[in-house]
């Protein structure tokens, strides 16, 4: 294992430190508990936090900022954080409007998340985001929350910095998710430092469909296959997933996990572009880039939101953050 860090130990510590000296102008690190804020508190607002285990930067960190998150709780990598990081960073930020949590569906941050809430004597309330449609919906600990997560962060943030109520914020979240699937594919594992060798193995002739983002296998090892056709293949499932109707307009989020080059992130972004189009679908807004990422693991994800008037608005108002700004 070749890995620009110290010690597997402090690798966290010490990039959480450099990430918010990188960007002092937008925001703070919180130690003990350890927490990412905004550098000013709004006051009168909802005040939207989310968190996870790290090796998924620029998710959850980079989106925190005017117009998205005002906190994110990092756990150590593919670990939850826990209920004293989300007590202390929701006692931070609140603006008097309450707290609302944004919680990708694994075990332990569904966990932490609620504990945090129980204990939390503020109003407060949670989103679940569970967009993964590589399982069934009747899958026994429910779906995982992956790439979609930045869409419902995106908007509930925006809408949140807008001025909407903690209940108007929630609903408006659940209504993104509800719309919101993803589809991922693997061409290698990643390396977890503390481990120190791939999660997992693939041969030169392998790929991995339905890779969550935390090193994991997915649901089937498949044969790799040109672009096109994988590009295909994961876009059937998310038009069956979400009955694309014909003239719908969608969000098309293409995101790498970590080591695929942006030259061929493009290339799948054009590629599942033209499907939709083919599709009758119109792609109206676009996302493609490294966001919610695997630490080293090459693949990518397609995410495709169905957009109405509303949702598109908060999706396009302003924000500001280390890795989403516009």
């Known amino acids: 294992m070749k890995k620009f860090i110290d010690s597997a130990d402090t690798l966290l510590e010490t990039s959480l430190r450099g990430f918010a000296a990188a960007h002092a102008d937008i925001l703070y690190l919180e130690e003990q508990p350890t927490f990412i804020r905004r550098l000013r508190r709004k006051a009168g607002k909802v005040a939207v936090i989310s968190g996870g285990g790290s090796g998924h930067e620029p998710l959850h960190a980079g989106f925190v900022g005017t117009g998205m998150l005002d906190a994110a709780c990092p756990g150590q990598i593919f670990t939850s954080p826990t209920p004293d990081q989300m007590l202390a960073a929701a006692e931070a930020v609140d603006g008097g409007a309450g707290v609302l949590f944004i919680v990708k569906n694994y075990a332990g941050d569904v966990m932490n998340f609620e504990m945090a809430a129980e204990l939390l004597a503020l109003p407060n309330a949670s989103v679940l985001v569970s967009d993964d449609a590589a399982l069934p919906k009747t899958h026994g600990i429910g779906r995982r929350g992956v790439a979609g997560t930045l869409v419902v962060e995106k ?74 056709e994988i590009c295909r293949q994961l876009c059937d499932l998310l038009a069956a997933e979400l009955q694309v109707q014909t003239g719908q307009a969608i969000l098309l989020h293409v995101n790498g996990f970590g080591a695929t080059p942006l030259v061929e992130l493009y290339a799948m972004y054009q590629l599942a572009a033209d499907y939709w189009r083919g599709k009758q679908a119109v792609v109206a807004r676009s996302l493609a880039g490294n966001f919610t990422t695997s630490l080293d693991m090459a693949g990518c994800s397609i995410t495709v939101t169905l957009l109405d008037d509303e949702l598109t608005r908060y999706w396009d108002a302003p924000v500001h953050t280390a890795a989403l700004r516009w």
Do not use: Y
């Open 155 to 228: 908007i509930v943030g925006a809408a949140a910095e807008a001025g909407l109520d903690l209940a108007a914020c929630r609903a408006l979240g659940e209504r993104a998710a509800s719309v919101t699937a993803s589809i991922g594919v693997a061409l290698s594992s990643c390396t977890v430092p503390a481990l120190g060798k791939p999660t997992f193995h693939l041969a030169e002739d392998e790929m991995e469909l339905g890779v969550g983002i935390h090193g994991e296998r997915g649901v089937a090892t498949q044969a790799m296959a040109p672009a096109s």
